[in-house]
């Protein structure tokens, strides 16, 4: 009996130190696998940056960079083509400036509600509805801007054409509210409630806390999501081609018919244009803008965050 109670403990003693050892094994590979993991993201960013850089190159080969950043019309499909990408930020920062005026003040409005005044069963109701839009692929959002949001704004405003920068911005903004109301209420919700009831102590109304003490405590956090959103509409596709029409123009006028980068950068990827031709190579010098603007309103999210950052 002796024996057979040594053994088996012996053997349990076996089997922990192979299972030990295996764990061990387990251990280093981990660190392995998620090194090589971020050294694949690390170098396809550097495959996505060389190759709009190279394709970029080559076109102003071909389109002096003083005529594409100076020039005034963008007709890359005439006999006589002209390249100048201002008629296409025109149209991008047009759509932007409309769906910020409208996802700001929602977005913010959502958020001070769900953090200040939602019950706690009310907030988790509303908050996951809220992030649905989200999910809700951009190619929807761009036929609800075509078929409903257009009709709808053509009986109200007149002289508003079919293709116009006012049913997409609207969108836009409809489409950027729950990244606005989701990282505001986040940071609101992050701020002590110490702070509230000091405020409240004080003789503070509830109105008062949310906007003289939550929102000043939770700035940083409030002005990366309006940005990152910022960067987010700039980039947006789908919506702007469906809605925005094809009509590359220097204006300001959200009636009339505009066309985005992106928008652009899908026409030609459609087949508009051969391989090799000034205007595929084109599509690069737009992406590589449009790659500007967004890293240019990310790193200001970035300096933002850190800038205004409250330590609690």
Known sequence: MATSNSQTVRDLIKKNKEKRSLLNGVEKAVPIILLLTAIVSILTTFGIVFTLLFETITFFTRVPILDFF?????????????YGIIALISGTLLVTVIAVIVAVPVGLASAIFLSEYASERTRRIIKPILEVLAGIPTIVYGFFALTFVTPVLQSLVPGLGFFNALSPGIVVGIMIVPMIASLSEDAMSS??????????????????????VVLPAAVSGIMASIVLAISRAIGETMIVTLAGGATPKLTFDPTESIQTMTAYIVQVSSGDAGYGTTVYYSIYAVGMTLFVFTLMMNLLAQYITKRFREEY
Not at 70 to 82: H, K, L, N, V
Not at 191 to 210: D, H, I, Q, Y
């Open 70 to 82: 100076t020039q005034r019309d963008w007709y890359p499909f005439y006999g006589e083509p002209s």
């Open 191 to 212: 701020v002590p409630n110490s702070m509230r009831e000091g405020a409240l102590a004080m003789g503070a109304t509830k109105f008062e806390v949310s906007m003289k």
